[in-house]
């Protein structure tokens, strides 16, 4: 199995979960339209608002690089910098 499996937990900074689950929730349908995007889904902690993850599926490493790289990404980027506490990335590849 080659596909690139995504795992990220997203932590807001206290006072901008709403302003960030939103956006993240808006960028949930550009990043699925990415070229090697199988499964792009998002979930928010029931216990913690603004604690998110974000599990994702790619092609390949060079899909997600790409989507990495790419100028939707810059935006995002650009646009919450300032309300993220803490991001952990977990690239992972199914073994069975």
């Known amino acids: 199995m080659s596909d690139l ?32 995007c199988l499964l792009y889904d998002l979930h928010e902690d029931e216990d913690q608002p603004g604690s998110v993850l974000f599990f994702e599926r790619w092609s390949d490493r060079a ?3 790409a989507h990495m790289a790419g100028a939707h990404m810059e935006r995002f980027r650009a646009q919450t910098a300032d309300w993220i506490a803490s991001v952990e990335l977990l690239r992972m590849r199914q073994v069975a």
């Open 63 to 65: 899909s997600w690089d």
């Open 5 to 36: 499996i995504i795992a990220a937990r997203v932590v807001a900074k206290p006072g901008h979960e709403a302003a960030l689950v939103a956006a993240q929730i808006a960028f949930v349908s550009v990043a699925r339209q990415q070229p090697g």
